[in-house]
């Protein structure tokens, strides 16, 4: 099926450091999530965009709904050990289609 | 907790059996999805419901798996004749209608032999 392109694929950054991973469509969006993914866990939903251009934070972590409408930004602000995990983009389509589309992905490693 | 939940968590079976999972929405969500996921991919959209409806079936769900939710609250997915290929986590989602925001549960991660 089909996936987003997100990268990068992974990262591996010291404690404190600030994260940024992107994701990107060949198709247009209504809607964009942001899960977070722990090994043998179902995604948790991080942030929620609904509208083009929408920046929006949670704690230390910001997300943007791109204008184009085909691509979306997380951004993590001095991580910490907790932050580890996979990354999920998932973006909902136009019209009355409701699934979901996930990205591929991108594995956050913290060094202390 | 009332969260999405799934049961069982986690099921192994010799290929050729059935093996059917249950989800339990969110108490007042009215749609319900079922995504599949393999191991380093994102979640794959199977299909979903709206109520008792079922609305959307992706051409991942071959005629092997059935998917209902007789009552408008709880779903069931079965597989039939497994297949090797039908290891993965599988994971449900609840929402409600008008907002898209949608909440997964733990996942029910299957390994057939």
């Known amino acids: 099926g089909q996936q987003l392109n997100q990268s990068p694929q992974s990262m591996f950054i010291q404690e404190g450091e600030d994260v940024s991973m992107n994701c990107t469509s060949s198709s247009i969006f209504n809607t964009w999530l942001w899960y977070k993914q722990d090994p043998g866990e179902g995604p948790v939903l991080l942030i929620a965009l609904y509208k083009a251009g929408e920046l929006t934070s949670n704690g230390r972590l910001t997300a943007q709904f791109g204008i184009t409408r085909k691509d979306s930004f997380l951004n993590i602000s001095a991580s910490i050990p907790s932050d580890v995990g996979i990354y999920f983009c998932?973006?909902?389509?136009?019209?009355?289609?409701?699934?979901?589309?996930f990205g591929t992905g991108t594995r956050l490693q913290v060094t202390l | 907790d009332t969260g999405v939940s799934q049961n069982p968590r986690h099921k192994i079976t010799k290929r050729g059996q059935n093996v059917t999972f249950r989800c339990d929405p969110i108490s007042e969500h009215n749609r319900l999805y079922w995504y599949r996921q393999t191991l380093g991919q994102g979640p794959e959209f199977l299909t979903y419901?709206?109520?008792?409806?079922?609305?959307?079936k992706s051409r991942l769900l071959s005629d092997r798996f059935s998917a209902e939710r007789p009552k408008g609250s709880f779903s069931t997915l079965e597989i039939q004749r497994t297949e090797q290929g039908d290891s993965a986590m599988y994971l449900c989602a609840s929402s409600l209608v008008g907002w898209e925001t949608q909440y997964f549960g733990p996942g029910t991660r299957l390994l057939v032999l």
């Open positions: 998932a973006g909902r389509g136009t019209g009355t289609a409701s699934k979901l589309t």
């Open positions: 419901f709206q109520n008792e409806a079922q609305l959307e």
